[in-house]
């Protein structure tokens, strides 16, 4: 049985939102990647991602997100992703995703804004110091996205000494995306408007499927 309070997995969660694509050098992770000892350790390979993402249904109603994927990891004997910095919109969404999944959730304020050309805004704050805010413009043509291409996309977290394993499935639309401004302050979250993306893709009319975790020890 859940704890009072926790929304228990499986999550269906449906939204839009910008996905940063990012090949993360070592010296940039070691100094600004939020990595703990062990999970520094723990780093194979720098191809991560910062997310922005809008959610419009999910186990805990609507709210807001923006993460940070520092790259892939050797956890538990498997190769996988790690979070190592996160934010969302509200207080159901940070303690259900730390007990489900052991995702180190924090609350922050978020403002974003679709506009009618498909241009997305993204401004997150904590107690009223903005710290990270970006302009996603799309262009050209939309194509189809679904995680079933990327067998290795499963994220491997800690929770209480115990790592939990996350296989989420998702699929929807994107379009390649440029990015005007993007600003991120470093005390909060990874400066990444220092580093190039390898993409940027806008996705819209997505489906996920956040899952039960499997506890690996």
Known sequence: MAPAGIVPAPWFLTGHGAV?????????????????PDLCRQHKLGLGAVMAVKYDTSGVGPYQELLFIPGIFRRGGKLT?????????????????S???GIP????????????DGTQLFEV???GRTFFSAEV????FSFPVTTKLLPLFRVVQERRGRLLLTQPQAFGHAHLANVPYLEADAAYFPPVQHLKPLAVLAV???KMVFPVA????
């Open 20 to 36: 940063f694509l990012y090949a993360f050098p070592k010296a940039f992770l070691r100094q600004f990647g939020f990595l703990d």
């Open 81 to 97: 992703f790690a979070i190592s910095k996160i934010y969302v919109s509200t207080h159901a969404s940070a303690a259900s995703g």
């Open 105 to 116: 959730k924090e609350v922050a304020d978020f403002h974003f804004q679709k506009q009618g």
């Open 99 to 101: 007990e489900n999944w």
């Open 137 to 140: 413009h799309p262009k050209g």
């Open 214 to 217: 499997e506890v690996l020890r």
């Open 125 to 127: 704050s904590r107690e």
């Open 204 to 206: 819209q009319d997505f």
